[in-house]
């Protein structure tokens, strides 16, 4: 049986969700954050014949994060909650979790990416002279930064999106700028919680590249993040990146695959 969750079925969701804390960072995260109540967010649990709690569908805006300890009759439920939503964009986990759920959309865009913990922090540049933390203020100057980054989804130069994440805490923005004001590097976290952090949107101005920039931002994030007791992660989907991450102490932990609905065109 799948139904939605509530605020009475909290410490039962997170209980199960932290089997696999890192795998379901960005749920145990986003219900910290967000609860049960948000526009932004839904969260479903199957239930199995003896009422146990044996999986979790997460929706944050249009995106869907599964979980559950075997495949069978929750990935159905899960999949009919998910195709029956016109807004579904995304589906994302670890590969065996996505698995199920490739013939979800019409036409799909696959992308596969590793997951990378941060070790501890031997490895961090010390050097973060001109590191900033971006306050709400600051959001139309990353949203301009990362509007330059050919990788980047549009959802994540949102200035409104960007403006929320640092109100409501849910991540942090440290950043670098020039002699202009203008931001030049960019590292930011997001899901958030007392326990762990996502790094997300790491970006450099493509002027200002090889010269240390992301390094020095990346490093000051990180610092502040283990200093408050967390666990640290981060994805990456090219060599190059790998082995920037892997050099400042991020060990790869698994595949992470994100699945991207197609839009049609008449």
């Given at each position: ?104 959309f019409n036409e799909v865009e696959k992308a596969v990416t590793f997951l990378c913990e941060l070790i501890d922090g031997t490895h961090l540049s010390s050097n973060d002279l001109g590191v900033k933390r971006a306050t709400v203020a600051d959001a139309p100057r ?125």
């Amino acid at each position: 049986m799948i139904r939605k969750l509530i605020e009475t079925d909290r410490q039962a969701v997170l209980t199960f969700l932290q089997a696999e804390p890192l795998l379901n960072l960005f749920q145990i995260g986003d219900i910290r954050n967000y609860g049960f109540n948000s526009s932004i967010q839904t969260v479903y649990g199957y239930f199995d014949t003896d009422h146990q709690l044996t999986g979790v569908l997460l929706r944050y805006r249009q995106h869907y994060l599964p979980y559950f300890k075997e495949e069978g009759e929750v990935c159905q439920s899960f999949l009919q909650v998910i195709k029956t939503d016109p807004a579904a964009q995304m589906i994302s986990g670890d590969e065996r979790l996505v698995r199920p759920f490739y013939r979800c959309f019409n036409e799909v865009e696959k992308a596969v990416t590793f997951l990378c913990e941060l070790i501890d922090g031997t490895h961090l540049s010390s050097n973060d002279l001109g590191v900033k933390r971006a306050t709400v203020a600051d959001a139309p100057r990353i949203s301009t930064l990362i509007q330059m980054i050919a990788e980047f989804h549009s959802d994540s130069a949102n200035v409104q999106n960007i403006r929320q994440k640092i109100k409501d805490e849910s991540g942090r923005i440290y950043y670098i700028e020039n002699e202009h004001k203008e931001v030049i590097s960019v590292a930011q976290s997001t899901a958030e919680n007392e326990e762990s952090a996502m790094i997300v949107g790491v970006a450099t101005h493509p002027l200002y590249r090889r010269r240390g920039f992301m390094t020095q931002t990346l490093s000051k994030l990180c610092y502040d993040l283990l200093a408050e007791q967390k666990r640290v992660c981060l994805f990456y989907d090219n060599e190059a990146a790998g082995r920037i991450y892997h050099r400042l102490g991020f060990k790869t932990m698994g595949t992470w695959v994100m699945l991207r609905r197609v839009q049609q065109t008449r």
